[in-house]
């Protein structure tokens, strides 16, 4: 255990250095940065001079030194737009966009198990044919284009509908997207403080009230996927030989169903569920935009708009943390649960 | 009354294209502590009938007629929560690949102490120890640790032991082993099998083998079916079948083992291949393979072109012949006339 912690803390160091290694190249391509820290009328002469200070007239790899040992303190400069150390604005921003993802996984993790199983369980089900029907719009659709419809239907309000006012459930589908206002669409409300810069949705009824659509909209492509994903490899190991003994060991089907099959599908799930966090990370952009949700990716996009530098570079290594710490803890979880995975080099 | 009895079993796939008979009218019987063996090629229905004893085979099959009566309970229609009490604990299976029957993700103890507490109410600890007993008597080597270790762990060999352990988990009355050493190397083949009739054996347990080996048919059983296309076409005793065969296509079985071939020359095998079910021949489903359609005078006996043969007695054994019939009769023919 230990072993394999050493070694993927290596692997990490590896991929952080090469990432930097980009983010720092980013920094000097990508446009002038003194001319984003003084105005026009500023001489020639004094930007030269300013050049000459900042140190940017130096060789690449000296200027890299520079930024690596700063880096490696969490020092990634000041950013332009806010005038505060970088590391501080990301960190305010984080909670936001980590909050938006936990409720997103969450959301999936609570319906694509549930829906694929069931919907391998019983593939001629009107259910199950039902799920795949709308799966398969749910990944057609891009995120934005989900999340404006949500906003439309869910905050807005339509005037018409296809449902009859005079049922029960018809008047109560009816209440919820015509209303306007019913749904918040518009940042996270009033978040509760929890410690530093730290101010949690999950406290109050209010909150999660503020995260449904976000992290509905958020979930519409990654949900269908793994509700795909589940039940493809759930149908598949149904089919095998050990399911089949089991049945002639004369197992329940629940136990042959949750525990013999599930646990064989869950593998390769969640192998793709590690990688598909880091992307949820980066699908925050739109889904932040469309809500202006106050985390980290509406913060890049208006870093990028903006051309702050320092922001940009900050943004692409924590994100890149993240990549890297989620993806040692998806390997931990599954050597875990696959036996024939050996995390240390414990002889067979 | 035999302990298990199947009669005109009749076992179908439903498919786009229309029904496919896997089985047609299988017939047969055993006793407490009888072996018995199946024999044919492949795609035979050896397989099908095996499963189907327990209603496991998988949709699109379905058991189409027939009975099945196991201990005056008949298991055809049974609900399969009823079922679930008679598998694994009554009668219990052995698949033919060890590589593939254990689930990959769970150890050795758990697929072993599940099995036991499906069946009776019995605390986990008392459940390890019948495991344990149970793979001490396959002559695993350090049963203890085996009961932690996952199936990638232990030999094809040693995983086929730990099969047949569970198979004998509940002390059954019949085990359906599915050419449980096929996927075995040779020289372990023959281990398995020993261990697997020893044990038999030993508990009085009957066994269903299936296999196409005729040497181990002949060595373990005591009865056997020949099967081909999804019927039965010669049963009896395993000597009397082995040392007398009376079907054309079980003479061509016995002809095709390579002790019958005189060295050096080619190996003797059955001309053509086994009929696709679902396109069966008219009559009997041998006859286009069968060289004795023709009578040895050079007349040709229609009979085998147009009617699906019955059962007829010889000796102990019964064939599903219309040369054998025929001959039977000639026998017969002098007796009969004598009185008229």
């Known amino acids: 255990m230990i072993a394999f912690l050493i070694k993927r803390l290596f692997h990490a160091l590896l991929v952080m250095f090469v990432i930097s290694i980009i983010a720092f190249s980013i920094q000097d391509n990508l446009g002038d940065p003194i001319q ?95 799920f795949m029907g709308v799966s398969i719009v749910g990944i057609s659709i891009p995120v934005f284009l989900t999340a404006i419809v949500l906003i439309q239907l869910f905050a807005i309000g339509v005037t018409w509908t296809p449902f009859p006012a005079d049922t029960g459930w018809g008047s109560w589908l009816n209440d919820l997207i015509t209303t306007e206002g019913g749904m918040p669409a518009y940042g996270r409300g009033d978040p509760v403080h929890v410690f530093g810069t730290w101010y949690t949705n999950f406290a109050s009824t209010d909150g999660l009230v503020y995260l449904v659509l976000p992290a509905i909209s958020l979930a519409s492509i990654m949900l269908p996927l793994f509700i795909r994903l589940i039940r493809a490899e759930m149908l598949e190991v149904l089919q095998s030989e050990y399911v089949k003994f089991a049945r002639a060991k004369g197992i329940s089907l629940r136990r042959i169903y949750f525990l013999h099959a599930l646990k064989n599908t869950m593998l390769p799930v969640i192998t793709v569920g590690g990688v598909q966090i880091g992307t949820l990370v980066a699908y925050t952009i739109l889904t932040e935009t469309v809500f202006q949700w106050p985390g980290m990716g509406l913060m890049f996009l208006n870093a990028i708009n903006r051309s702050d530098i320092p922001l940009i570079v900050t943004y692409l290594m924590i994100v890149g943390l993240i990549f890297v710490i989620t993806n040692t803890l998806v390997d931990l979880i599954y050597g875990l649960v696959n036996p024939t995975v050996k995390l240390t080099g414990k002889p067979a | 009354m035999s302990l298990l009895e199947v009669n005109n079993l009749d076992v179908r796939f439903a498919l786009r294209r229309g029904d496919v008979k896997a089985l047609r009218d299988v017939s047969f019987s055993l006793d407490r502590g009888e072996r018995l063996g199946i024999v044919g090629e492949s795609g035979a229905g050896k397989s099908v009938a095996a499963f189907t004893l327990l209603n496991l085979i998988a949709r699109p099959g379905y058991i189409a007629g027939g009975s099945i009566r196991f201990d005056g309970q008949e298991l055809t229609g049974m609900s399969d929560r009823a079922l679930r009490r008679i598998r694994g604990n009554r009668i219990s299976m052995i698949f033919q690949d060890p590589m593939m029957t254990l689930n990959p993700v769970l150890s050795i103890g758990e697929q072993m102490v599940e099995c036991l507490k499906a069946h009776r109410r019995i605390g986990s600890r008392e459940a390890r120890a019948i495991a344990l007993r149970k793979l001490e008597q396959v002559h695993i080597p350090s049963p203890e640790a085996r009961l932690d270790q996952y199936p990638h762990e ?178 017969r023919i002098p007796a009969e006339e004598t009185p008229r």
Not at chain 1, 42 to 60: I, K, M, Q, T, W
Not at chain 1, 90 to 115: D, G, K, N, Q
Not at chain 2, 253 to 277: D, W
Not at chain 2, 297 to 323: I, K, L, Q, W, Y
């Open chain 2, 154 to 331: 232990l030999s094809g060999g040693m995983r086929q032991r730990v099969i047949i352990a569970i198979a004998l988990l509940l002390d059954p009355d019949i085990i359906i082993a599915d050419e449980p050493t096929t996927a075995l190397d040779v020289t372990i083949q023959a281990e398995i099998m020993d261990l697997l009739l020893e044990l038999c054996e030993k508990h009085n347990v009957g066994l269903i083998l299936i296999t196409h080996d005729l040497g181990v048919v002949s060595q373990v059983t005591q009865r056997m079916l020949v099967m081909y296309a999804g019927r039965v076409i010669e049963q009896g005793p395993t000597r009397e079948i082995i040392n007398d065969p009376q079907h054309p296509y079980t003479q061509g079985l016995m002809n095709a083992l390579p002790q019958m071939a005189t060295p050096g020359s080619r190996l003797n095998q059955i001309p053509g291949s086994m009929p696709s079910l679902d396109n069966l021949p008219s009559g009997c489903a041998f006859h286009p393979r069968c060289g004795f359609v023709t009578r040895p005078d050079g007349s040709e006996r229609s009979a085998c072109r147009t009617r699906v043969p019955e059962f007829v007695a010889s000796g102990n054994c019964r064939v599903a012949c219309h040369m054998v019939a025929e001959m039977l009769d000639q026998e």
């Open chain 1, 36 to 130: 984003q820290m003084v105005g026009q009328s500023v001489p020639e002469s004094e930007r030269e001079a300013l050049r000459e200070e900042l140190g940017l007239n130096d060789p690449f790899l000296v200027q890299y030194l520079r930024f690596a040992k700063n880096a490696v303190q969490l020092d990634f400069g000041y950013s332009y737009i806010f005038n505060e150390p970088t590391t501080e604005v990301v960190l305010r921003h984080l909670p936001a966009t980590l909050e938006l993802v936990a409720a997103t996984t969450l959301l999936i993790v609570l319906l694509s198990v549930p829906i694929g199983v069931y919907s391998a369980i019983k593939p001629r089900a009107l259910l199950s044919r039902f």
